[in-house]
């Protein structure tokens, strides 16, 4: 009985040492993430190896374990930059981005967790100052906000495929030119759209006339037609048509053959 307590320390001790062991090795990635290990006394960060997925994972103690969400994430920039007439213009865009999941090791070699702040910020800044300076202020007002869009998109992207780093979309949330620019450029977006509506007036009221005068031109061609094809046999043939379709009428009437202009006759009827 006196021998227990001396067996059992050791056992104790041993029994600490791997509990503290154990919570320096065990690490656990959340759903989201992913992590790169970093072996102390190996080659350094492992770039060769897929990254550390989600779950719970015993690594030795000496090492490291560095943690990176790979879901998509939002990069939301205020810039101000120039267009290509030199007025300040203030830009809002939001990038949605995400590190090459197989590469993450690469990434945090070569960038390391602040990869936002060296890479991503300086690439989208860079890509929307090159690009707006490419454009009037009526530009960016009007109809070119989505090719404007999509060139900020692409030009960032080349930038950041060479980073380890994902670029999924660029989106342009607002544009805020200088008061007096933006007053210009609706003054003078509604003195075109007044000056396409009274066009479109004209066309219109130009149109109604043509088709005032081909109606009128067609009746008269019908009317000359008529004129010339009418000669006194057809008024006589028409004329003894009408006297047959009178007669046999039940209404009281004399018909005087043969009385009338052209020899036609002459109908009288009760009065």
Request: net charge negative; no cysteine; aromatic share 6%.
């Amino acid at each position: 009985m006196e021998k227990l307590p001396k067996v059992a320390l050791p056992l104790i001790i041993a029994a600490i040492i791997l509990v503290i062991v154990l919570a320096k090795s065990a690490v656990t990635i959340d759903s989201g993430e992913a992590g790169v290990l970093f072996k102390t006394f190996g080659d350094g960060v492992v770039t060769d190896e897929p990254p550390m997925g989600e779950g719970f994972h015993i690594v030795a103690p000496w090492n490291k374990v560095f943690v990176y969400e790979v879901r998509q994430q939002e990069l939301f920039e205020k810039m101000k930059v120039l267009s290509s007439n030199g007025l300040e213009i203030q830009i809002d865009a939001s990038a949605w981005y995400e590190p090459v999941y197989n590469d993450l090791g690469n990434l945090h070699q070569s960038l390391g967790q602040n990869y936002l702040q060296r890479v991503i910020q300086p690439a989208i800044r860079s890509a929307a100052r090159s690009v707006i300076g490419r454009y009037t202020p009526d530009d960016l007002y009007s109809t070119k906000r989505d090719a404007i869009q999509v060139e900020i998109y692409e030009e960032t992207k080349k930038i950041l495929d060479k980073q380890y780093v994902q670029l999924n979309e660029v989106l342009v949330r607002d544009v805020t030119l200088p008061p007096t620019i933006k007053d210009a450029i609706e003054r003078k977006l509604k003195q075109e759209q007044e000056s396409l509506e009274y066009e479109f007036r004209l066309v219109t009221a130009a149109k109604e006339a043509e088709k005032v005068i081909i109606e009128a031109q067609g009746k008269a061609d019908a009317n000359r037609i008529l004129s010339a094809s009418l000669n006194d046999k057809i008024l006589q043939d028409k004329g003894i048509e009408a006297t047959i379709k009178l007669s046999e009428s039940p209404n009281s009437k004399v018909i005087v053959i043969g009385s009338g202009d052209s020899g036609l006759p002459i109908i009288l009827g009760d009065q």
